[in-house]
């Protein structure tokens, strides 16, 4: 049974939850390798509608695994209040949540710090999503990170984290001007997250890979996306993980033999949440349509999301670094009403024509997107299921893209709900998942 990455090819927010939920059924465990809850990944069901932060997105189907995997930094309070919503609308977690020992977690000094990190950059601020996702990385880097296996030995917890708030006191009063912790104040409520947790916490690796030598299937679940990598994103507008498919082995303890494909999700169009560069961004009119029809507001801050046209030097990237297999593009009916519709096949950069992404930051900001145009096909693609019932302008869009990216998809997505979904024939996604078939009902 095929073990195989979903990862983000733009700058987050490309539907990945939907798609981890088309394929969880069909698979044996589903896991987080990175990010934290800086992620938000909806899932439509009929009506209702989740999104999850920190729990994989395969954790709606009853009786699936869903792992957190070692890559993943975790705040204690916020998962267990996710946890506790999910149980308030009736998903059963007991039996299918694992938690990695060797996660690191996120302590409230740690989203102090990025708050007053943030405040200091002025201009230059990332625009994070203030959950203390960057300093829990860069105290994991440092080799002072608490674990989870720390949570559970209090003796040592205490000592570790006396140790850390010595220091972080000093740069939260010192440098930031900050308000400080106390250890008490910390102490306490983590050591009853502790109790809470206990339970889930685990060896994840030896279990992964056991699942795997008996034949189980895994579905590695990436947050954030490509651009957003520490390495190959638009560095130092990033988040602080390795969002791209290698981080799938690392942040789990799989090994890239045992790993069998990699399926990129993309929207038909692009949005980026917090600072950085986006060649492709669209202002005034043509933003606001995107960002109305997409609903594209964070789903984990609220925050009105970037909107610009497809970029396929950035489709391109993605390929290249994750070694796509297959797309799934999601949001096709969000272009619906526009008369036409634009992808950026390079960037003009002082007259010279770039073709891949540039690696300076001031390369970055004076590129300008050079589009080919398309005829919009204007009529209502929402929730169709069949690719022949595409109007034939839709068509012609989503080939293109696929042509110019260097990469077949294997799914066309036209609504958030589940089954608004159109799955490709012959794809490696129908190969890899052959129960899939079918799997979506007619409209
Ligand atoms: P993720 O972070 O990659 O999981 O994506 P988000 O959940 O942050 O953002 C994607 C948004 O688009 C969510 O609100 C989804 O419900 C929604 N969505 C996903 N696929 C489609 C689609 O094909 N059409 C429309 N209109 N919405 C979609
Ligand atoms: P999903 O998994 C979109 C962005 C933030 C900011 C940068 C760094 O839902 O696609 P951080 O808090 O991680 O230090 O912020 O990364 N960012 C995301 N943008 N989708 C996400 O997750 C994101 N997670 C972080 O907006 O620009
Ligand atoms: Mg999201």
Redesign the pocket.
């Known amino acids: 049974m095929p073990n195989i990455v979903v990862v983000?090819s733009q700058w987050?927010?490309?539907?990945?939850?939907?798609?981890?939920d088309i394929l969880a059924p069909h698979v044996d465990a589903v896991v987080r390798y990175q990010g934290g809850n800086n992620?938000?990944?909806?899932?439509?069901v009929g009506r209702e509608?989740f999104?999850?932060h920190s729990i994989p997105?395969g954790i709606l189907h009853p009786g699936l695994r869903c792992v957190i995997g070692c890559g993943v930094v975790v705040d204690p309070a916020d998962l267990i209040e996710e946890m506790e919503a999910l149980v308030r609308r009736g998903i059963v977690l007991d039996g299918n949540l694992y938690i990695s020992r060797n996660a690191h977690l996120i302590m409230p000094y740690h989203r102090a710090l990025d708050l007053a990190m943030e405040a200091k950059l002025g201009d230059r601020r990332i625009g994070t999503t203030g959950k203390g996702v960057g300093p829990a990385y860069m105290d994991k880097a440092a080799r002072l990170g608490i674990r989870m296996a720390d949570l559970l030995n209090e003796p040592l917890f205490r000592e570790k984290l006396e140790f850390n708030l010595t220091r972080k006191n000093r740069s939260l009063s010192e440098v930031y001007d900050a308000k400080t912790f106390t250890v008490e104040e910390i102490l306490g409520p983590y050591l009853r997250y502790a109790g809470w947790l206990a339970p889930y916490i685990t060896d994840t690796a030896l279990l992964l890979n056991r699942w795997i030598a008996n034949g189980q299937s895994v579905l590695f679940e990436g947050?954030?996306?490509t651009m957003l990598d520490v390495d190959h994103g638009t560095y130092p507008f990033i988040t602080s993980s390795s969002t791209t498919a290698g981080g799938a082995s690392t942040g789990t303890g799989v090994p890239p033999t045992k790993i069998h494909g990699v399926l990129g999700?993309s929207?038909v169009y692009t949005t980026r949440v917090g600072g950085g560069p986006f060649p492709t961004e669209l202002r005034g009119k043509m933003a606001e349509a995107l960002r109305a029809?997409?609903?594209?507001y964070?789903?984990?801050t609220g925050r009105p999301r970037r909107c610009g046209w497809f970029d396929a030097v950035v489709g391109r990237y993605a390929v290249r670094v994750n070694g796509l297999d297959t797309i799934a593009l999601?949001?096709?009916?969000?272009l619906d009403e526009f008369e036409t519709v634009k992808i950026a096949v390079g960037y003009r950069y002082r007259g010279e024509l770039l073709t891949e992404v540039p690696s300076e930051e001031r390369i970055w900001n004076e590129a300008e997107p050079v589009y080919e145009e398309m005829s919009g096909w204007q009529c209502s693609t929402?929730g169709l299921r069949d690719y022949a019932e595409l109007p034939a302008k839709a068509r012609q869009y989503v080939e293109r893209l696929a042509e110019v990216v260097g990469c077949d998809f294997c799914l066309?997505?036209?609504?958030?709900?589940r089954d608004?979904?159109i799955l490709m024939d012959g794809s490696p996604l129908v190969r890899w998942f052959p129960s899939l078939r079918g799997s979506i009902p007619p409209r």
């Open positions: 983000g987050g927010d490309e539907g990945k939850g939907k798609v981890v992620a938000g990944h909806t899932v439509v509608k999104v999850l997105s947050a954030q996306g999700v929207k029809r997409g609903n594209e964070g789903a984990t999601t949001k096709l009916d969000v929402a066309v997505s036209t609504g958030a709900v608004d979904t």
